[in-house]
């Protein structure tokens, strides 16, 4: 499967950003879709995972209740709805895709394919 994540850019401290990443290529409902994101010098961070089905929903203690992870499997699409911002969450953000639908992990190594990052920034 391919992966396109976009929607990074610049956004000030509080403010709301959604971030998309396009899936093409195998059935989507085939993988468990995730979230990661990188900042400079720092390890590949667990954002949010969701199960092929929309559920097994799970956070990061650093984004829960302020980021949403959602997907539509008629667009191949999963989402990342990120409010109230901090500079902190500063980075890039990339998508990634599980094909183990039976397993609920937060570690990159057991995401086989990934998109290219897409940056966001927030200001102070």
């Known amino acids: 499967v391919q992966l396109q994540a976009c929607g990074g850019g610049l956004v000030q401290a509080g403010g709301s950003l959604t971030l998309d990443c396009a899936a093409s290529?195998?059935?989507?409902?085939?993988?468990?879709m995730a979230w990661f994101r990188q900042s400079p010098g720092k390890e590949r961070e667990f954002v949010a995972r969701?199960?092929?089905?929309?559920?097994?929903?799970y956070y990061s203690e650093s984004v829960m209740g302020r980021f949403t992870i959602s997907r539509d499997n008629f667009k191949k699409t999963v989402y990342l709805h990120m409010n109230s911002l901090k500079p902190e969450d500063t980075a890039a953000y990339f998508c990634?895709?599980?094909?183990?639908?039976?397993?609920?992990?937060?570690?990159?190594?057991?995401?086989?394919?990934w998109g290219r990052g897409t940056l966001v920034t927030v200001s102070s």
């Open positions: 990634a895709a599980d094909e183990y639908t039976g397993r609920i992990t937060t570690n990159p190594v057991d995401y086989v394919y």
């Open positions: 290529g195998r059935t989507f409902m085939d993988y468990v």
């Open positions: 969701i199960g092929w089905d929309g559920g097994s929903i």
